[in-house]
């Protein structure tokens, strides 16, 4: 049997600050409670970019209808 198989707590130190800080970063925790909050199913995702699409139609028509070439 090999004795380094047991790993020494100071050789992952760096690594495991990285991860810790990672885990602190407030936009990577609302953006995974949002992710799996609002996006549950391919359903919702669907409704998300049908909503995204209809509001960029909406504006395009506006601006359109405001800005109209003569």
Same mark, same amino acid.
């Given at each position: 049997?090999?004795?380094?198989?047991?790993? %020494?707590?100071?050789? #992952? %130190?760096?690594?495991?600050?990285?991860?810790?800080?990672?885990?602190?970063?407030?936009?990577?925790?609302?953006?995974?409670?949002?992710?799996?909050?609002?996006?549950?199913?391919?359903?919702?995702?669907l409704a998300f970019l049908g909503a995204i699409a209809a509001l960029l139609l909406s504006f395009?028509?506006? #601006?359109?209808?405001?800005?109209?070439?003569?």
């Amino acid at each position: 049997m090999n004795t380094d198989l047991v790993p %020494s707590l100071t050789i #992952y %130190s760096g690594v495991k600050m990285k991860i810790h800080d990672h885990c602190k970063n407030m936009w990577i925790n609302y953006a995974a409670q949002a992710y799996h909050t609002h996006f549950r199913s391919p359903w919702t995702f669907l409704a998300f970019l049908g909503a995204i699409a209809a509001l960029l139609l909406s504006f395009l028509q506006t #601006y359109y209808t405001i800005y109209q070439r003569k």
